[in-house]
């Protein structure tokens, strides 16, 4: 796969890039020692197993099993091929080089589909942003928009459109541009006509927001109703908002608003601006909120926090300020505390304000300095959110809210805070501080003696926890061969020590052995041992390459030396010869109880003649 390329086009990519630096852009890296770790994007995990080693420019799993170099990550991660993930290296790291994308292997027929879909959505895209921008049908839209703040290179960055109100209007687009109705039907933006098979634009009337994946293209879209003027009002109830339904582009489950644009920034300061959406995404976007992102009206998912576990530490909650987004942000703070990744906060809008009513109202400067300067802490929001929902001149609700307070409290961190609202509880309830601390205590005591319980016991618990997967066991036999392969990849004198001590020498692990067979013909075509990410290029079997990378990722410190090459060839044929002799003698036992007295003294002589060679090897 990887002679479509000339070979010093890939070197030129691997030397000038930095498999850190790429990776970092898709995973939040933390430096450890002398590697780099952060939570898998592959699975999902508590703790993080994902290592990426800057000196030998590969990663590795340690739960999934996944690894490889910079190519195989990016095609794993983008699901894109070799000569696509070569490429898009050299485009991460601003090299310069012509690639044909052209020549790579056929798509998959999902993959196509998914193709075809998104030139779909692009030209809908284009069409509705024409629509908005230089037509006469667009002009109420347009003017409506500049009127809410909307400036011509904010409406270009969103590529916001508008959808004539001619439902037949887009499908009639499609159709010149030859797609075909299957696949205009597949892409959610239009539905059935009830009396005909005509197929209508589902958002005809509205404006458009495109609705962009990771990687800025359009996947879907949202349409917002034009405010309708009084003499226009009717019995009609029709939702001011209205998405694409689930496709195969499309989960609103795994979508975050405006993700493409934000997660530079978002890696960057490693925090995002979590708002319940798009329009208040754009409007503090064009305020100078660079990291903000929107889960599309909807309550926050397991699915979306997930994207953000692997991006960023600190999030912060700006929701509507009526009933209904003071419920969605405690849902959310929930969610995320639960998960235990992040350091949550709120940017609470009072009096009933959503972050674009602020931004209107108040300017830009005023909602800047309010996100940075006047957040609450996750115990401050749940705090008020208590009081809202308690009528606090009722001593029993008073008594409640004191217990759920000092409860929350037992599970902040810091004793400073801690110290800081005990007193302002004391102050707020006029109670002496002495007495809050003692039940906070009881309460401290209480929640610790039900975490014990609840946590199975464990000895010599290391500090730096990694979920290991289920998966079979690996022998010592098969441990001590990966220390073999680990030496032969990166020292020339373990192959002239092999060759010395057993020139005939096999690995009895299979996979072992055909990583064995390829590795020599690779150093003997290079001439030279190392160059690992190189070899796992050449590597089609994705779990070959895996057991490469692991086994690549093991440090053994001390040198190469003939003693160490010769123990590991004396314990290999010792266990190997030990395994056939069990396997004789309980051939030998069957044998017996067959009465096959003939194959029970073939047998015999077998095993007489490996007791020797087992003799042989231990003196």
């Known amino acids: 796969m990887a002679t479509r390329i000339p070979e010093e086009t890939i070197n030129k990519i691997r030397t000038e890039t930095n498999i850190v630096d790429v990776i970092s852009q898709y995973v939040q890296l933390k430096k450890r020692g002398k590697n780099y770790f952060g939570f898998c994007p592959f699975h999902d995990e508590r703790t993080p197993s994902f290592s990426v080693t800057d000196e030998k420019q590969i990663f590795h799993c340690f739960s999934c099993g996944r690894g490889g170099n910079i190519f195989t990550f990016l095609m794993e991660i983008e699901s894109i091929s070799f000569v696509e993930s070569v490429k898009k290296a050299a485009d991460l790291s601003g090299v310069s080089v012509q690639i044909d994308t052209h020549i790579d292997q056929p798509r998959s027929e999902l993959q196509t589909k998914k193709d075809q879909l998104l030139a ?7 069409f509705y942003h024409q ?25 270009e960055e969103f590529q916001i459109g508008f959808s004539p109100s001619d439902k037949t209007a887009t499908q009639q687009i499609m159709k010149q541009r030859n797609y075909s109705e299957q696949l205009m039907r597949e892409s959610g933006i239009f539905s059935d006509r009830t009396d005909s098979d005509e197929l209508l634009d589902r958002f005809a009337s509205r404006i458009i927001f495109p609705l962009r994946n990771e990687k800025g293209q359009t996947i879907a879209f949202s349409g917002r109703t034009l405010p309708k003027k009084a003499l226009e009002s009717s019995d009609f109830h029709e939702a001011k908002y209205l998405n694409s339904p689930e496709t195969v582009l499309f989960s609103k489950r795994n979508y975050l608003f405006n993700l493409d644009k934000a997660r530079v920034q978002m890696r960057k300061t490693s925090e995002v601006v979590l708002f319940e959406g798009y329009m208040d995404v754009i409007s503090a976007w064009n305020a100078g909120v660079k990291n903000g992102v929107a889960s599309m009206g909807t309550a926050l998912t397991e699915e979306q926090i997930r994207i953000l ?9 700006t929701f509507d300020g009526d009933r209904a987004g003071l419920e969605a942000t405690k849902k959310a703070v929930d969610l995320l505390n639960d998960s235990r990744h992040f350091e949550v906060s709120v940017f609470p809008m009072l009096g009933g304000m959503d972050p674009d009513d602020y931004i209107q109202q108040k300017g830009a400067p005023a909602f800047l300095e309010g996100l940075s300067n006047q957040r609450e802490s996750s115990f401050q929001f749940q705090s008020r959110y208590l009081k809202a929902n308690l009528d606090l001149d009722s001593e029993t609700n008073r008594l409640v809210y004191l217990e759920k307070v000092l409860r929350m409290l037992v599970e902040v961190d810091s004793i400073i805070e801690r110290e800081l609202y005990l007193n302002e509880l004391s102050e707020e309830f006029e109670l002496d501080p002495a007495v809050l601390k003692n039940q906070l205590l009881i309460y401290q005591q209480e929640f610790m003696l039900t975490n014990k319980r609840n946590t199975k016991p464990s000895s010599d618990k290391p500090t730096f926890v990694i979920d290991m997967p289920i998966q079979q066991q690996m022998t010592k036999s098969d441990l001590t061969e990966r220390q073999l392969l680990n030496r032969l990849f990166h020292h020339e004198e373990a192959w002239h020590y092999l060759n010395k001590l057993s020139p005939d020498f096999n690995f009895t692990n299979e996979q072992h052995q055909t990583i064995y067979l390829l590795y020599s013909a690779f150093h003997d ?7 690992v990410p190189q070899f796992l290029d050449r590597l089609k ?9 692991e086994i690549t990722m093991n440090e053994i410190q001390s040198e190469v030396t003939e003693q160490e090459i010769a ?3 004396s ?15 309980q051939a030998m036992k069957q044998a017996t109880r067959n009465l096959d007295m003939d194959k029970a003294k073939s047998l015999l002589q077998e095993i007489i003649f490996l007791n020797r060679e087992l003799k042989k090897t231990k003196k």
């Open 567 to 569: 123990d590991i060839l």
């Open 571 to 585: 314990y290999l044929e010792n266990t190997s010869l030990m395994d056939q002799l069990k396997q004789k003698n």
């Open 525 to 531: 075509e290079m001439q030279s041992v190392g160059f």
């Open 131 to 155: 629509v908005l921008m230089n037509t006469v049908t667009g002009e109420e839209a347009l003017k409506y928009l500049k009127e809410r703040g909307f400036t011509t290179e904010l409406l």
């Open 309 to 317: 576990n692997k991006m960023v530490d600190s999030v912060v909650i």
């Open 120 to 126: 779909v959505h692009e030209s809908a895209t284009a």
């Open 541 to 549: 079997d994705s779990s070959m390459g895996a057991i490469v990378t």
